[in-house]
């Protein structure tokens, strides 16, 4: 079985940071944001084995080439290539994510 390496984007890393962020601002505790994140992340290496699991994104009836990975309020975006996972954005749920991620709305 092929495992796929992780990678991520300097974007999806900023993203995480502001996922951090956003947790401890909520809870003032950094052993709080810490866990959060940490386990964040551990779904996403979930991935590593079957990238192929992850939520295929769809816009109008189309296979936009990326997955989600769904984690409390947010999700992690990534696509597959050859030997990798590359993980493009971290974005909140309730954002428009289909702007923040081609540049245009839905409608």
Same mark, same amino acid.
């Given at each position: 079985?092929?495992?796929?390496?992780?990678?991520?984007?300097?974007?999806?890393?900023?993203?995480?940071?502001?996922?951090?962020?956003?947790?401890?601002?909520? $809870?003032?505790? +950094?052993?709080?944001?810490?866990?959060?994140?940490?386990? =964040?992340?551990?779904?996403?290496? !979930? /991935?590593? *084995?079957?990238?192929? $699991?992850?939520? +295929?994104?769809?816009?109008?009836?189309?296979?936009?080439? =990326?997955?989600?990975?769904?984690? !409390? /309020?947010? *999700?992690?975006?990534?696509?597959?290539?050859?030997?990798?996972?590359?993980?493009?954005?971290?974005?909140?749920?309730?954002?428009?994510?289909? /702007?923040?991620?081609?540049?245009?709305?839905?409608?």
């Amino acid at each position: 079985m092929k495992k796929y390496k992780i990678r991520y984007t300097p974007e999806a890393v900023r993203d995480m940071d502001a996922v951090w962020d956003a947790v401890y601002e909520s $809870s003032k505790e +950094p052993d709080a944001a810490d866990r959060y994140v940490n386990d =964040f992340i551990d779904e996403i290496e !979930k /991935k590593k *084995k079957f990238p192929l $699991s992850g939520i +295929p994104l769809v816009y109008r009836g189309l296979f936009t080439s =990326f997955y989600s990975v769904n984690f !409390k /309020k947010y *999700k992690a975006f990534y696509r597959i290539h050859d030997s990798y996972t590359e993980v493009i954005r971290i974005i909140m749920k309730k954002r428009d994510y289909m /702007k923040i991620l081609f540049g245009e709305s839905e409608s």
